[in-house]
């Protein structure tokens, strides 16, 4: 099965390559341009064109009266990563492999809308507000540019170094259409500011008191308009499809999730879907049939005339948008393996099949939407036949969209990277096996509590708060002590509070109940090292490394270790492998530069930390190392110099 997926992605780039760009009637012709807009973790029942009346987005509301609006758009996994992944390759999670916000990369021969655009001639662009779409995730597939320049350290990682607010954004793709305005283009733009924490910026966070999440999005709805603005300055507009959607929605407390991820129901999938076709083509101003964000891909594609890749598992909307007969509602797929993969829990997947959608989880759910939009009524026990009826038709679409072998690269997830993502509010553990817990089936929606004061004790982490942190995390232990990923994160805290014995005891509880969870492997490497206890320490961090070659923290952290045994070849050898796994990895560059300049060789310290002191322009160490290298080396070449005869 994967050489069959090997050679559907061989032969679908090289046809990309091949087939002439031609428009809807099948003329060769000029194309149209493209902009799609995606704005993190926006409800659709929180905008002014979807009915909600606290709010004013005049911006997005008068694009709403321009192009068609999708009254029950949803998103297939409610997680930015996954979700975009589902957006830009027309793809479920099934197939490109994508469940989850770590462990995962896009497979780069996979067709992406910005692959089959490139290979028609368009300038590919794409700005992003958060490092969890950075290009480590291989979204950048396709893109000429890709706009995700987050800084990377081993540091505590805070949410400002990993997010951008949206004027920044537009700010960088107003300067990029600037210089591709001559040419056929297609820009992504990614707004963030929706997601949690919510500070709108002012006016709007005095407008919106009391109502932040709503501030936020007015502050987003402006800046649209910026972009709309410009595209119609210079009378682009017209001839530009623009998209704009949300990868997800919010949850705001129902069903006892504040944010989003971890549960599926209307709150967090149900997204906004608007799409304006370029040129004089009218379609309907609202389509009321039921549609997955995975139709976006080929919707664009159609609205281009181009062909859409034979990987492509979404359809086409454009039938429906044009009212032709048979273009209906189709079964709606989404999913969460978010507890599973970072709780060892139960994931969740559902189906909307008409006006019911049926939840599979250790108990099961089926909910009437058109009566129930609230999921509040579970009539799963009451209506066993049509709660057997839509189970079928669930299994039936994991059946045809799951193929042998899903897409996807798989890494780990390191704890830089964990990190980083735990900063942006995400309960982020997984580095593969994220738990083994004997109580392999435990109901998500039963432990909504433990996955809150999780949520909460990492936020406080982040924000400095060890104290509270710490005690947010054992009143959830105290409801489930055997979550690997709970131990973790109290050792962690245990760290940062430079209490080394009680992290070491964390992080060999949470090695009790998950063996092989790197995360623990490595800290408790750490932990027993700032203890000064070598000899368990290297033996740890070398596991690490085995556990994940490609991760350059583990790499830096052995080589750190082995420098502290006077083992200088070694950690020489250890902090190469950190810039291998990652070549903009600062701090390797310094460690090898450092170590280099120990050992005598100057000339090939020097180009390391160059190379340091560009990707650590902030960092005073790089550039006090880099000078004493050159005072090195100028005195040697003095040394050498022949002294001129008497």
């Known amino acids: 099965m994967r050489a069959f997926y090997a050679a559907v992605l061989l032969v679908e780039t090289a046809a990309c390559m091949l087939l002439p760009a031609r428009a809807a009637g099948g003329q060769a012709e000029a194309l149209p341009n493209v902009l799609v807009i995606t704005i993190d973790t926006l409800r659709a029942d929180h905008l002014g064109c979807y009915g909600y009346r606290d709010i004013r987005t005049p911006r997005i509301d008068a694009l709403a009266t321009t192009g068609v609006l999708f009254e029950k758009a949803f998103s297939p996994v409610p997680i930015t990563l996954p979700s975009h992944a589902v957006i830009f390759t027309g793809t ?58 987050f800084p990377i350290d081993l540091a505590e990682s805070q949410a400002h170094t990993t997010e951008r607010p949206a004027n920044q954004v537009v700010d960088r793709g107003l300067a990029w259409l600037q210089a591709n305005t001559s040419k056929r283009f297609f820009l992504w733009l990614h707004l963030y500011d929706p997601h949690w924490p919510y500070e709108p910026p002012p006016p709007f966070a005095e407008q919106y008191k009391g ?46 999730e504040s944010t989003h991820a971890f549960l599926i129901y209307n709150s967090t999938l149900r997204v906004p879907l608007i799409i304006k076709p370029a040129g004089p083509r009218r379609f309907p ?142 309960a982020a553990f997984s580095g593969g096996e994220a738990g083994s817990s004997s109580e392999q089936h435990i109901d998500p929606k039963d432990r909504i509590q433990v996955y809150e004061l999780v949520r909460h004790g990492l936020n406080a982490s982040q924000r400095g708060r060890l104290d509270e942190s710490i ?39 949470a090695l009790e109940i998950s063996p092989n969870y790197l995360l623990a492997v490595s800290n408790l490497g750490l932990a027993y090292a700032q203890s000064g206890d070598l000899d368990k320490a290297v033996p740890l961090l070398e596991r690490a490394l085995r556990m994940e070659p490609t991760s350059s923290a583990a790499a830096f952290n052995l080589g750190t270790a082995y420098m502290r ?54 960092q005073p160490r790089a550039q006090q190392a880099l000078q004493r290298a050159l005072r090195a080396k100028e005195a040697t070449q003095q040394k050498e110099q022949p002294r001129a005869p008497r």
């Not at 999670?93 to 089959?116: E, I, Y």
């Not at 950075?134 to 893109?143: I, Q, R, V």
């Not at 603005?229 to 959607?245: A, W």
């Not at 300049?597 to 310290?605: F, I, P, Q």
């Open 471 to 509: 005690a947010k995390l054992q009143e959830a232990l105290k409801i489930d002590d055997n979550s690997a990923p709970v131990h973790y994160a109290l050792g962690l805290n245990f760290y940062r509070k430079k209490d080394f014995p009680a992290a070491v005891q964390a992080f060999k509880r």
């Open 92 to 149: 479920l999670p099934m197939l490109n492999g994508m469940h989850d916000f770590g462990g995962n990369r896009l497979n780069p021969k996979q067709p992406t809308l910005a692959s089959v655009l490139r290979s028609k001639g368009y300038a590919t662009g794409a700005v992003v507000a958060a490092a969890v779409l950075e290009k480590h995730f291989g979204l950048d597939s396709g893109f000429d540019f890709y706009s995700a320049d």
């Open 211 to 256: 109502k932040p999440y709503d501030g936020e999005i007015a502050f987003t709805d402006e800046q649209v308009g910026r972009i709309i603005d410009f595209l119609k300055q210079r009378r682009l507009y017209d001839n530009t499809i623009v998209v704009l959607l949300a990868d997800h929605g919010e949850a705001l407390g129902e069903h006892g």
């Open 285 to 426: 101003a609202r389509i009321v049939p039921a549609v997955s964000t995975v139709d976006l891909t080929p919707t664009v594609l159609d609205l281009l005339g181009l062909p859409t890749p034979a990987v492509v598992q979404g359809r086409s909307l454009v039938p429906l948008m044009s009212g032709k007969k048979g273009a209906t509602a189709t079964e709606v797929y989404s999913e969460t393996f978010v507890p599973r993969l970072h709780f060892n829990w139960s994931e969740l997947r559902a189906v909307q099949a008409g006006r019911y959608r049926y939840i599979q989880a250790p108990r099961p759910e089926l909910y009437d939407l058109e009566k129930d939009p609230g999921e509040t009524t579970n009539l799963y026990a009451r209506r066993k036949a049509l709660a057997q009826e839509t189970k079928a038709r669930l299994e039936a679409v994991i059946r045809k969209y799951t193929p042998g072998e899903e897409l996807a690269q798989k890494t780990s997830l390191d704890p830089a990277m964990a990190a980083r993502l735990q900063a942006l509010g995400y």
């Open 565 to 618: 045994q006077n083992r200088v070849p070694e950690a020489l050898e250890a902090f190469r492998k950190s810039v291998a796994a990652q070549a903009s990895f600062g701090p390797g560059h310094l460690a090898v530069g450092e170590t280099l300049l120990y050992m005598g060789r100057v000339d090939e310290a020097i180009p390391e930390l160059q190379e340091a002191t560009r990707l650590l322009p902030r």
